[in-house]
């Protein structure tokens, strides 16, 4: 499941992000912060992968417009708090969850994670449970799709707006 470690050197990385940074700043919108008295009024809140690959900018500008919980294999029940602070309390009216294809949680927990990392085999069992589920509530066996990423994709994002749907809490905002 490990991959190459990436050589970098350390001055030349802080030379790379030097233009980003300042770029940041240079666009950081501090009149429009300012005149929102700083507070977050996002229209979103995104529950994401939080591979390197998936970025909240799929919304657009995502600073002060979306809400992110980036996880492995966006899982809901691994940010419950924080999905919900979006929700109930920066009262975001539109919730999403974006799953991807070629997901390496997801790649992970259809294989032997055994030898992770107890906080990682932990998440994993999260990911599998939930890719388990999806398959339950279509009636197929996990087995029977673990050859079609994009499926699997699908089922967990599945999954996760099933879970969403049965807190009471989100229950509550939709009715």
């Known amino acids: 499941m490990s991959h190459e470690p990436v050589k970098f050197d350390l001055p030349t990385l802080y030379q790379d992000l030097e233009p980003s940074l300042a770029e940041f700043e240079k666009n950081f919108?501090?009149?429009?912060?300012?005149?929102?008295?700083?507070?977050?009024?996002?229209?979103?809140?995104?529950?994401?992968?939080?591979?390197?690959?998936?970025?909240?900018?799929?919304?657009?500008?995502?600073?002060?417009?979306?809400?992110?919980?980036?996880?492995?294999?966006?899982?809901?029940?691994?940010?419950?708090?924080?999905?919900?602070?979006?929700?109930?309390?920066?009262?975001?009216?539109?919730?999403?969850?974006?799953?991807?294809?070629?997901?390496?949680?997801?790649?992970?927990?259809?294989?032997?994670?055994?030898?992770?990392?107890?906080?990682?085999?932990?998440?994993l069992d999260t990911v599998k449970e939930s890719l388990q589920q999806g398959c339950a509530a279509i009636k197929i066996d996990l087995a029977a799709v673990l050859h079609d990423q994009a499926q699997l994709a699908q089922l967990n994002v599945d999954a996760q707006i099933d879970l969403l749907m049965k807190q009471p809490d989100v229950a509550r905002l939709v009715e």
């Open 29 to 123: 919108p501090l009149a429009e912060f300012a005149r929102s008295h700083y507070q977050q009024h996002p229209f979103a809140t995104l529950l994401t992968c939080c591979d390197s690959r998936v970025s909240p900018n799929m919304l657009g500008d995502p600073f002060n417009r979306v809400f992110c919980v980036e996880n492995i294999g966006n899982q809901f029940r691994s940010n419950e708090g924080s999905i919900l602070y979006g929700l109930l309390h920066l009262r975001t009216p539109l919730m999403l969850v974006a799953g991807h294809n070629e997901c390496g949680a997801i790649k992970a927990a259809t294989s032997d994670y055994t030898s992770e990392p107890e906080s990682l085999s932990r998440e």
